[in-house]
């Protein structure tokens, strides 16, 4: 258990719908990231936050956004869906240490129909 | 700029047989290099990790040197098993005052035959 949380695992929606992905990072871990993972792209990151606020930002569609509330989660929101959305969505997570690493939740698994 | 390059797959293997799958990389400053694996269903998950130059990470069995000179982080393991079929990605960790930025290889799908 890596002490990441990523709500719902699946979920099963049509084109043109909005999806909202949720990540708990682990305890005190004040970055989250987020991932698309996709059979034909690998790994893809879309964006980070830390403490709250934007850091970097990857791939991320316009259609997409995202953001870190104060207890620290974190929500991912997807609207106007298209088939080519339907993916793996990671969220990550670390601490500042020098030996920080990232910490993967399982992943929502998202199907567009 | 940063980034990271790895030996594209997929690699089929027979069990006992010896793994190399090869990772470089470009970087700024001096990162530290993780191999992370993701086995069927599941998240990634840190398998090993070097954060200095010339240090070995290690862990199952498996191995990886942080070549400087030749900017290299590969992982190897001396007889592979079934169990180690999954996917492997090779990333680099850049240290910075608001937190860490990661950049990760494409991923090499590995399947080892009995």
């Known amino acids: 258990d890596s002490g990441v949380t990523q709500t719902p695992k699946h979920l099963i929606t049509a084109t043109g719908q909005r999806v909202t992905l949720r990540c708990s990072p682990r305890?005190?871990?004040?970055?989250v990231y987020w991932y698309q993972q996709s059979l034909d792209q690998g790994l893809q990151f879309l964006i980070q936050?830390?403490?709250?606020?934007?850091?970097a930002k990857g791939n991320i569609l316009e259609r997409f956004s995202a953001q870190q509330f104060p207890d620290l989660h974190s929500e991912l929101n997807l609207s106007s869906l298209e088939l080519g959305d339907s993916a793996l969505y990671f969220c990550?997570?670390?601490?500042?240490?020098?030996?920080?690493?990232?910490?993967f939740g399982e992943g929502s698994r998202l199907t567009v129909l | 700029g940063n980034s990271v390059t790895q030996m594209e797959g997929p690699v089929t293997l027979s069990e006992e047989a010896f793994l190399t799958i090869n990772c470089t990389y470009t970087?700024?400053?001096?990162?530290?290099l993780f191999w992370y694996v993701q086995y069927p269903g599941e998240g990634l998950q840190l398998l090993l990790k070097?954060?200095?130059?010339?240090d070995k990470g290690s862990n199952k069995g498996f191995e990886a040197t942080y070549r400087k000179e030749t900017t290299s982080f590969h992982l190897e393991k001396g007889s592979v098993q079934v169990s180690d079929s999954a996917v492997y990605f090779c990333?680099?960790?850049?240290?910075?005052?608001?937190?860490?930025?990661?950049?990760f290889g494409t991923g090499t799908s590995l399947t080892v035959i009995p």
């Open positions: 070097a954060t200095k130059a010339d």
């Open positions: 970087a700024t400053g001096y990162p530290s």
């Open positions: 936050y830390y403490n709250g606020e934007e850091r």
């Open positions: 990333a680099l960790r850049r240290v910075l005052t608001v937190g860490n930025q990661f950049y």
């Open positions: 305890s005190g871990d004040l970055s």
């Open positions: 990550a997570s670390s601490g500042t240490t020098n030996t920080g690493e990232l910490f």
